[in-house]
């Protein structure tokens, strides 16, 4: 008997298996791809998107397209509530799906409603999209504007995100300081040797 399969995201988890779609509709089986946003960004070039090294075609996965050319259903729209009793996903446009079965790969989001921001400056990491918006602010700032800007973490993609902005403050000039706020040492899983050459490449 025919099934309903339903992906929520477009994960890397689910990209393997988007690409495998044919068989599963040759089979006669319906395919569903739910996600926000037509494109699925890779997070390790998120920090390049920043910089503008990369465009954001370089970055980022066609993952309607790659659904769509297979045979699936892709549907705009984010997954609100799962029934598993009814089998059911109900999305935040109101709208309904069954499934028989259903695969989560949605990536991950910074909660900003927990962080209480304020102001219009607050860009988390997650999802990627969010740093083309905070490369546009900085380009906008206007000429001989000079921004601060302070990047929470101190790990691995703090310091490329650190990095990459001061790339673009060389490239743009509109950068005025940058600062790596950490509740640890930067770095702090790294050999000692690669934590000094972060600390004296940011001096």
């Known amino acids: 008997m025919p099934k309903h399969l339903v992906f929520v995201g477009g994960g890397h988890a689910h990209l393997t298996a988007l690409m495998r779609l044919r068989d599963t ?8 791809l739910i996600g ?19 465009r954001p075609s370089e970055a980022r996965f066609h993952v309607k397209r790659m659904a769509e050319d297979r045979g699936a259903t892709f549907i705009e729209d984010r997954v609100v509530r799962v029934d598993p009793v009814r089998r059911t996903l109900a999305l935040g446009s109101g709208a309904e799906i069954r499934y028989d079965a259903v695969s ?13 921001p304020s102001g219009e400056n607050v860009f988390p990491v997650k999802p990627i999209e969010n740093l083309l918006v905070a490369r546009k602010r ?23 995100m650190a990095a990459n902005l001061g790339y673009l403050a060389r ?28 600390r004296e490449t940011s001096s």
């Open 25 to 32: 509709v040759r089979a006669g089986h319906r395919v569903t």
């Open 36 to 54: 926000p946003s037509r494109y699925h960004y890779y997070s390790g070039m998120g920090p390049g998107l920043l910089s503008g090294i990369y």
């Open 104 to 116: 989560f790969n949605t990536g991950s989001e910074v909660p900003l409603d927990h962080l209480h």
């Open 138 to 160: 900085i380009l906008e700032a206007g000429p001989g504007k000079r921004l601060r800007v302070v990047v929470v973490g101190g790990g691995t993609a703090a310091v490329e």
């Open 171 to 198: 490239e743009t000039g509109g950068i005025g300081g940058i600062t790596l706020v950490s509740r640890s040492n930067v770095l702090g899983d790294f050999p000692g040797k690669a934590r000094a050459l972060a």
